[in-house]
């Protein structure tokens, strides 16, 4: 409980606080195990997002930093992530050709503004804001994702030209090309992942593309594969982490809030995925606001350094969780380690071939891909499978920012139609009980002649308040009762517009001699509403009950 309290209070580096030297074995293990597997992939990712390898490696030792500075998951991993980066690699290449000084400075100015808008979601507690992505939308959105990392890193496999222009054009040109494949590349390509897949099979702790990364540079070295056409990194810069600022004109920052905005989401969303798939304390709920602001002072270090924003890893994080580590200290060591590599050991990383770092990121798209949660949404809910195939063509079809755009518009809309679905239901009463359940025609029920009991099993809002005074207009015209009964349990929120509606119900119940009461309105926030609104100046307190049983007892002299 000390242990707890402590953390709570600490400001910075919460998961160290009350730190036992008698768990640093542990975190060594896992800061040494995570670095091996982000070494390699933050190099994969860099390359994905248009950088050199060492901007993925500063990316990588700034979340780390940010993450454990203000974070509050102890095994969360942040860093380049192959998620965001081709969003905002495609949003930036529209602006600025990818590799140039501009293209830089956006990228950080990106960082920044990513980074602070994390911040702020943090700080004023929009953990909400993470489920502005429905998961039929956040699978679809995957999977359209897989597929522009898959046609960007096939040229590379294939040891052709990168083709230029919209999606389903480049991959048309890489069809027709396939007849000119460099047969070492794609044999460096497949094998690298054919390297980290078994890895993988046999467990996630093998750093399956840190061996197939070192014996494709071994193999490419001895065979003198550069001279048959596989091109290599070539001379990595063992160039230190420094301050860098952007320098832009206004109009530049202006242009950059959507995709900000967007990146921002799909961060939360991950996140938030991250941070409870492997929480701190399985007996308590993630402290997914904390973890908002550990996210933002990563991308705002990454920024400040010369980097793009990051994100949490769930891959990343589940080999820390695994490996024993027990704090923030292992993404430390991580992070040192990668230091330490660019300090001193660059030069290793001159002769990795190209190809192997696109088979690293074709297995990161292949992963990302989740097959059995799509099988098993087709299966139980073919209309949502509907919201997959929509966001994936999106994604394919359009600008990649574009279409994480409308992958959130189209995730907003399909909660708004759920909501706007909602219908007034009748309840029966459960016979030899006192129990008014939801009426059902394979479930035996009775009536209480001259009583009707309705409810909305949804918030109350301006998007279904209309619905609603119909139904309630119908149920009276059809049962004419003597008492209504609204069982208000499922209207945790009342809004402005709806509270108009109720006010208009309960003066047509009182215009057609019908006397109304309200059950269980357990929802706090709806129960301020009718305070807020003046409801109960229509509708007296004393009309409220706990139980419909109670109000049908009270008012109807029936039991």
């Known amino acids: 409980m000390a242990h707890d309290a402590a953390a709570r209070s600490w400001p910075l580096f919460r998961s160290l606080a009350a730190y036992r030297f008698s768990l640093l074995p542990g975190d060594l293990i896992a800061g040494l195990t995570l670095a091996a597997i982000a070494i390699p992939e933050q190099m994969a990712t860099a390359r994905l997002g248009g950088f050199a390898p060492q901007i993925g490696f500063f990316a990588f030792m700034a979340g780390s930093l940010g993450f454990a500075m203000l974070g509050s998951n102890r095994f969360l991993s942040c860093g380049a992530d192959s998620t965001i980066t081709p ?119 093998i750093p399956g593309a840190l061996i197939g990364l070192v014996a494709a540079t071994l193999a490419v070295i001895a065979a003198g594969l550069e001279a048959k056409g596989v091109k290599v990194v070539g001379a990595v810069p063992g160039t230190l982490p420094r301050l860098t600022l952007p320098d832009l004109a206004p109009e530049q920052w202006v242009r950059l809030v959507p995709l900000a905005f967007v990146i921002t989401v799909v961060v939360m969303v991950q996140t938030a995925a991250t941070t409870r798939s492997f929480p701190s304390d399985p007996d308590k709920p993630a402290d997914v606001d904390r973890d908002f602001l550990g996210a933002g002072a990563g991308s705002v270090l990454a920024g400040l350094i010369g980097a793009f924003p990051v994100n949490a890893s769930p891959p990343r994080t589940g080999i820390v969780a695994e490996t024993g580590g027990q704090s923030q200290l292992s993404g430390l060591a991580a992070a040192v380690i ?116 309705v409810g909305l099993q949804a918030p109350l809002s301006f998007l279904n308040a209309p619905g609603f005074r119909n139904d309630v207009a119908n149920a009276l015209k059809a049962a004419s009762p003597k008492l209504l009964v609204l069982e208000a349990s499922g209207m945790v929120e009342i809004d402005f517009t709806a509270a108009q509606v109720l006010l208009d119900v309960f003066k047509m119940c009182a215009e057609q001699g019908v006397t109304i009461a309200v059950a269980r309105l357990e929802s706090v926030r709806a129960q301020n509403a009718f305070d807020r609104f003046g409801l109960h100046d229509v509708l007296p307190k004393d009309r409220v009950f706990h139980s419909v049983d109670e109000a049908v007892r009270a008012l109807a002299k029936a039991r």
């Not at 063509?393 to 518009?409: D, E």
């Open 87 to 205: 969003i905002f690699a495609g949003g930036l290449a529209a602006a600025a050709a990818a590799g140039s000084p501009e293209y830089q400075s956006l990228a950080i100015a990106l960082a920044l503004m990513v980074g602070a808008m994390l911040l702020l979601s943090g700080a004023f507690r929009l953990g909400g804001i993470a489920n502005l992505l429905s998961v039929p939308v956040m699978v679809g959105f995957l999977a359209g994702i897989s597929v522009h990392i898959i046609v960007s890193q096939m040229p590379g496999v294939l040891g052709l030209a990168s083709p230029s222009g919209p999606m389903l054009d480049r991959i048309g040109v890489l069809a027709t090309e396939l007849g000119r494949t460099n047969p070492y590349t794609l044999c460096i390509g497949f094998g690298v992942l054919a390297v980290v897949v078994i890895s993988e099979m046999i467990s996630a702790k």
């Open 338 to 453: 990668v230091l330490a590599l660019l300090a001193f050991g660059t030069g290793l990383l001159q002769h990795v071939p190209d190809a192997a770092l696109g088979g690293i990121l074709l297995f990161v798209a292949l992963r990302i891909v989740r097959v059995k949660q799509i099988a098993t949404i087709y299966r139980q809910s073919p209309s949502e499978f509907l919201l997959i195939l929509a966001t994936a063509a999106l994604i394919i079809v359009l600008p990649i920012q574009q279409g994480a755009f409308l992958g959130i518009v189209l995730s907003l809309l399909h909660g708004i139609w759920s909501t706007t679905r909602a219908k007034l239901i009748e309840f029966d009463r459960v016979p030899g009980t006192t129990i008014w359940w939801p009426a059902h025609p394979h479930i035996a029920g009775e009536r209480i002649p001259g009583v009707a009991v």
